[in-house]
């Protein structure tokens, strides 16, 4: 898809249609939509007065002009409500676009105008988080499908805004265009099917990205993880006759040399660390068949970080960063872990595998042990860890816990700028009782009671002394229903929340925090 900006008179801007946001109750005799109102001859007017679009959230209306009426060179319209003006921010922006570009190509339109109407008080954003959205919007999880499938592809997006700076808009449209990329890079990972996302392959697809976009990469094979004493991580793979891969990436700006972290000014080290189980089968303690084949999204955590580090590496902030994915499937056969079986982490600690199916913790124990080898000093980890934090939140927050709360809250703050929510759970130390082991320093999981926050209580023992957070993505990472905005599927979120996070840091200690993205 082509993208372009417009600054310039609306009704120039050769498209086939337009998409125009309009906020609750907003009169047709007022401001931009007078303007627009004039240039339809009344159509806006009559719509409104029809009572057919108050403007709520998500209301559309489609109208064609026709030859020879108005003054429009696009001759279709879609209105789009969004809600209260006062609430119209950086997330319900992008969400007017997606929802305006899924409904266009719906209707076969090609090239669309979009009129997001964020730009008043920051052109940049709002034209970000507009391409951001059309991007993720477009993404559909069809990719293996050969027969009756659509065809139907926007060719080229404008983003207009009357009177904004150009340059601005250009800049915005860029940046969104890298993330909204990233974000659906993600999603694809996700959506393969386990035979074709094995850690192997995932390897590759890191490797790829490396060089394409500059970053350093580094894959740790079997031998390595042996020879660093990665026994926890190592036990998960031992069932698979797939290779296990422990993938690492870095980004260093360019002729630098200092560090970084969250609300840590220039020192140390910030790392992403992501669940890479490429399929779950549960090992030996097998999951049940239902919905078993969703366990091939058990490697999103992973694929966020991929996600991640390569828009980073486009969008180049002044601050080094890590990913690290630690890459596994997860089978049961001859070799496979047994439940009761020991094993002793990279950290020293041993742990009583009472459950092979609580597999995640087990493989990013031994991850942040080595995230911290290569100077972490500050790790957020992400992670499809538990079915419970779906019975707690559902699909629509993500959960997080950790030891950092200064990170907790900026992760949480940085989430909601871009429209993605977070929940924190508590994760008082009485919690840890639960994985005490008779045999061990600890077991694998904590009984039925509180499951998202034991498995975390399960991380913090490798994150004892670091700032910390984990994010059970589990609930979040898959949607299972169309939305206006959205197809089913991989949501890819945790992408956009994790680069907004780093945005903040980097402005922060630039010194003129988080007051930007909140405008659009
Ligand atoms: N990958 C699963 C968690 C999961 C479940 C993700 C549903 C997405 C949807 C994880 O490895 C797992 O199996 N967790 C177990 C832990 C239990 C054995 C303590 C769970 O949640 O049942
Ligand atoms: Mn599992
Ligand atoms: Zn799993």
């Known amino acids: 898809m082509d993208i372009q900006v417009s600054t310039g008179r609306v009704g120039e801007v050769d498209v086939q249609a337009l998409a125009v946001a309009v906020f609750k109750d907003e009169q047709a005799h007022e401001g931009f939509l007078q303007e627009l109102d004039a240039a339809t001859g009344g159509l806006i007017k009559s719509v409104i007065e029809s009572e057919e679009l108050k403007g709520k959230e998500g209301e559309t209306v489609y109208l064609h002009l026709g030859e020879g009426r108005g003054e429009l060179k696009a001759k279709r319209l879609l209105l789009v409500g969004v809600g209260e003006r006062e609430s119209y921010k950086a997330a319900q922006v992008s969400q007017m676009a997606g929802t305006a570009a899924r409904a266009l190509r719906a209707r076969n339109v090609k090239t669309v105008g979009l009129i997001a109407r ?43 805004a009357q009177g904004a700076n150009e340059d601005a808009l250009r800049r915005g449209a860029e940046r969104g265009r890298i993330v909204g990329e990233s974000v659906n890079f993600t999603r694809d990972l996700a959506n393969e099917p386990g035979a074709y996302m094995t850690p192997t392959i995932m390897a590759e697809r890191a490797r790829a990205i490396a060089s394409e976009f500059g970053l350093e990469v580094d894959i740790l094979d079997r031998e390595r993880m042996e020879s660093e004493g990665m026994g926890s991580l190592l036990s998960v793979a031992r069932g698979s006759e797939e290779p296990p891969a ?38 030996i303690s097998i999951k049940p068949g239902e919905n078993m084949e969703l366990m091939k999204y058990d490697m999103t955590g992973g694929a966020t970080v991929l996600g991640v580090m390569r828009a980073a590496a486009q969008l180049k902030p002044p601050m080094p960063l890590l990913g690290v994915v630690p890459a596994v499937e997860n089978m049961p056969s001859g070799k496979a872990t047994k439940p009761g079986d020991v094993v002793r982490a990279m950290s020293g600690k041993t742990i009583e595998v009472i459950n092979t199916d609580a597999e995640g913790r087990l493989i990013l124990a031994d991850a942040i042990a080595y ?40 992760v949480i703050a940085a989430g909601r700028e871009v429209g993605e929510k977070l929940w924190q759970l508590p994760l008082d130390k009485e919690y840890t009782r639960q994985i005490k082991s008779d045999i061990a320093d600890i077991k694998n999981v904590g ?18 002394g670091i700032s910390w957070a984990h994010l059970d993505i589990a609930g979040t990472a898959w949607g299972d229903d169309v939305k206006p905005y959205r197809s089913k599927g991989p949501t890819g979120v945790a992408v956009r929340t994790l680069l907004n996070l780093i945005e903040r840091a980097v402005r922060a200690s630039s010194g003129n925090k988080g007051d930007k993205g909140d405008k659009s």
Do not use: C, H, W
Not at 126 to 135: D, P, R, T
Not at 389 to 410: F, K, P, R, Y
């Open 371 to 410: 995230a911290r080898k290569l100077g972490a000093t500050q790790v957020v980890d992400l992670a499809t860890l538990t079915g419970a934090v779906s019975i707690a939140l559902g699909d629509v927050n993500t959960g997080i816990l950790g030891t950092d709360q200064e990170l907790i809250d900026e």
């Open 118 to 160: 964020g730009a008043e008080s920051d052109a940049e954003r709002s034209a970000e988080v507009s391409v951001e959205g059309v991007l993720m919007s477009l993404f559909e999880p069809d990719k293996y499908r050969t027969s009756e499938k659509e065809e139907r592809v926007l060719e080229r997006l404008v983003i207009v």
């Open 246 to 283: 422990l993938i690492i990436l870095k980004y260093t700006p360019e002729g630098f040399t200092g560090g970084g972290t969250v609300s840590g000014g220039g020192e140390g080290l910030l790392a992403f660390v992501g669940k890479g189980v490429t399929f779950d089968t549960g090992g």
């Open 447 to 464: 009984g039925r009671k509180a499951g998202t926050i034991t498995a975390a209580a399960f991380l913090k023992e490798f994150a004892d």
